[in-house]
């Protein structure tokens, strides 16, 4: 169970209330994750990472699905099992297909296994990649 | 010093030759990174990795940009630093803008950030992301 | 299920009751964690895992909540499931509110999301700071 | 040498000069770090993490002093040396002294080692730690 | 459940198949992991996975119990559940005994603590060791 | 440099002494690591880390070189530069050659590699694998 509980949005202040508004509506959803709900005994750190999020999360210069797959792909090489699970959702709502995420996770392997064998070797950094 | 020195194209056995000549033509340069150099040592590694790299980097599902800003994005998150460097190279080289270098490393900033959020508050999954 | 299974108090030889007892003593309970009675397996480590963390996390010139909420602050960073429910509690005991663990996870966040900021943006070390 | 550079103050745009001048009146300092100097080239990037690292590490429930002790436990923990020189500074400027470091790194030390013993033997987590 | 499910050997593709009975012929078994079942979604990374794993776990300079047990001991510090779980196995198989297992846990243990100390007190490489 | 700096042995109090002694002792060596001499400040840690891994490190169920090899595995791992200094040097006292270190970086990657897929694709633990 989670440490704190969870904060169901009838049971929650204004404040927290004003958060999950924002995320339904930004996200066009009526559900609320359990991530959310249990920041909202935090109310400073729940509007704080939803609005961290919301910003970074946004389609600018990488586009929403690209995103996704990079925050996926993170939360893979982390090992986190919930942000894998909610992520994967999140990435799939946003158009990726079964083979693009075959293919991001053959990546995220491939990086995890020459991260190590650069350290193991302790491979210097060339000069041409310091500028 | 790399672990095991670096072996020069001049020096390098016909097998290790072939997997420089093979890196070479793929990537368009006339350019080996000192890790393969240092991989050369053992040339069954060698092999298998470039191989295994250039099957899992060529374009397919995802395109190249994307696969090298992904390889950044785990190599940043695990702290890598020879593969920040390298791989910053390789996705600028793919077609990563400074805007897009900025908001693929606001992503993982706040993906790490948030796998601790989840896991410090041992938020259950939400039975909708359990399929 | 634990590797190796659990020893239970009534099973342990006199060598393992031993730990036990000054477990119990120490932290004036009459509980032993499954974390203990799976080292039980191994009375080398059994001893010296407790006679260390004993010493450790005694008051000193940090008081005993302070060290409590470090070694849950490294288990969230970590993602160590056990650690996070078994410190969490023994964190609480120590004296640690819902305030402070809200701000804990909060400051562990943070320090993972910056970690990652410094390493893929390759922030050289400030000479201030290298003393 | 960073991704994208240093941004020094005279170089910097209005917007940038205002997180600047709010780093330095808030840690009553004429100093920048090459951190922030780094993020500068992605302003939103730089003005929403220092409004974070500014809302988070303010003295609340937790002292500024155990603040900045947990940020230097998480940056030991993931082993990012920019992290670890720059937040020893700050920890000793808020008041951290030999002996606290000491006692700190043992505790960060003890809860890596357990941290995967734990793991190791496959623990399961007693019923009484989930509440 | 698996992102992507599980394929059955009845239900597999002739490419997936060649890839379980040579699985199955080279460990002398005839049980397929849950871990490939969930990889033949991807043939390509089956197959590279498999045959890359099968190069490297054979014995060598290194016997194949060393070889085991340094994958548990990486799956342990990495904490992966399940690789913990497949892992412990497959080294018992290869003959790792409750007396091997628990002084492999013990060196895990204490590399991870010690190579935070060292992280930690900032410590330089010898130069001895620079070689 | 070292945080708190390095203590050589004609500056050291006879309690450090004694350590620096032992270490020399049971390692054939007139050579402190710069790791004793940075713990050397925090005497208690420096005596409780010393003891530890004489104890763990010592040949047992698993001999000698296995276990330098496996630390050297979590280290590089980890990504902990000094320690994979130093331990390379310490396998190679021990006995590794220079195959069997290039077999033992190729499991390490293969290990850190696969535990990422299985987390990826959200693998469950097969019931044969829970005992």
């Known amino acids: ?12 202040t204004p404040e927290v209330r004003a958060v999950y508004d924002d995320i339904m509506a930004t996200r066009k959803t009526d559900y609320i994750n359990n991530f959310w709900k249990a920041l909202a005994h ?3 750190t729940l509007k704080r990472t939803w609005e961290s999020i ?20 993170v939360s893979v090489s982390n090992q986190c099992g919930y942000c894998i699970a909610s992520h994967t959702a999140a ?13 991001l996770m053959a990546v995220v392997g491939m990086a995890n296994e020459s991260n190590r064998l650069v350290s193991g070797y302790q491979v210097e950094i060339d000069e041409k990649f310091k500028k």
Not at 1 to 12: Q, S, V
């Open 1 to 12: 169970m989670a440490t704190l509980g969870l904060i169901e949005y009838d049971r929650a």
């Open 42 to 44: 935090d109310p400073a």
């Open 54 to 73: 919301k910003q970074i999360m946004a389609p600018g210069a990488l586009d929403a699905l690209t995103k996704e797959m990079v925050y996926l792909a």
């Open 91 to 103: 990435a799939r709502k946003a158009g990726m297909t079964d083979a693009m995420f075959a293919e």
